[in-house]
């Protein structure tokens, strides 16, 4: 079984959409997925500095357009589709519409609405998120419930992070769980967490909007790693993740059970196949970061990897 990952954040640097621009069909596409989402893909994706693209509102779009495009290369290089597919937080929308739950305008229209609601309600409050690498789970869970923390993301056994008021988050780095350490996370708030309850609504109401179909090949739900198969499902549990944890612990792990014998993470790639070196030992992965990396993502769907 080979699964495509869609990546909720990456190694998206300034002009990383370049080199897919030089494909036939990719500057049509982004420009449809940018008149969905509302946001100029092709100038923020080429032209725009680092703090552009880390702000929530155009984050979120190139990242979702990005996997889109990389996974339509895939798809008609290869011949084939993947077998499963999952999307870590906003990459369940890349996830879903390769699943054939939505098209690729829903998901950019709904993304483009997702990374403005989140941009608003994050800009309530000061709030943040930080890594915590390390240290025994309960242990850690407990000193994040004493500083009125949020476990946000269970990414891997020893990665968790944490997200709520940056005061909270500096006395956590001051003071962390012994043998752990605090990474602060470039980040507009607290994703995940209650924080983002404005940002529910607002998604809601566009996803009610859609009628979706059922995924047509294998598709985990971050909720809890379940195996989703009604695409209203699908979209309900895209909605409430915007407000709770994203459980990528329990993804791997029902991909492991379920067989899974390599895993393509696509555009912007790394952050998942790092994980998948913890979580998927043994099993062979391939980051595509640039249209280079697709001959040996192609040769791993194909079963022709050495």
């Known amino acids: 079984m080979i699964v495509v990952a869609c990546p909720g954040q990456g190694s998206q640097t300034p002009g990383f959409l370049s080199p897919w621009l030089e494909l036939d069909g990719v500057a049509e596409q982004l420009a449809a997925f940018s008149d969905a989402a509302e946001v100029d893909l092709i100038k923020h994706g080429t032209e725009s500095d680092a703090d552009t693209i880390r702000d929530t509102r155009i984050a ?13 290369q895939l798809a008609e290089r290869s011949g084939r589709r993947p077998d499963g597919l999952a999307g870590h937080s906003v ?37 943040g998120m ?31 992070v944490a997200a709520g008021s940056l005061e909270n988050l500096a006395r956590l780095a001051e003071n962390p769980v012994k ?3 605090v990474r602060a996370l470039e980040v507009a708030g607290a994703f ?5 309850a404005p940002a529910v609504e607002a998604l809601r109401a566009a996803v009610d909007e859609v009628t979706p179909e059922d995924p047509s090949v294998t598709l985990w739900s971050n909720r809890d790693g379940a195996v989703v198969t009604d695409g209203r499902d699908a979209l309900d549990r895209i ?63 194909n079963g022709e990897a050495a």
């Not at 993804?251 to 913890?278: D, F, Q, Y």
């Open 60 to 72: 979120q779009p190139l990242i979702v357009a990005a996997s889109m495009v990389a996974g339509k």
């Open 91 to 127: 990459g369940e929308l890349a996830a879903v519409a390769a699943a054939g739950v939505i098209t690729g305008l829903d998901a950019m229209r709904l993304v483009g609405i997702r990374g403005r609601a989140m941009a608003d309600a994050a800009a309530r409050t000061p709030t």
């Open 130 to 160: 930080s890594a915590v690498l390390g240290g025994e789970a309960d242990e850690v869970l407990a000193l994040l419930a004493e500083l009125d923390l949020t476990p946000a993301n269970y990414n891997v056994a020893g990665q968790i």
């Open 179 to 181: 043998g752990s350490r």
């Open 192 to 196: 995940h967490t209650s924080y983002m």
């Open 239 to 301: 909605v409430t993740q915007v407000s709770s944890p994203v459980r990528w612990d329990l993804c791997m792990e029902s991909m492991a059970a379920a067989g899974v014998t390599g895993l393509i993470e696509v555009t912007p790639a790394g952050a998942l196949v790092g994980l998948a070196k913890r979580g998927l030992r043994g099993v062979p992965n391939v980051a595509v970061k640039t249209p280079e990396d697709l001959d040996a993502a192609v040769a791993l769907l």
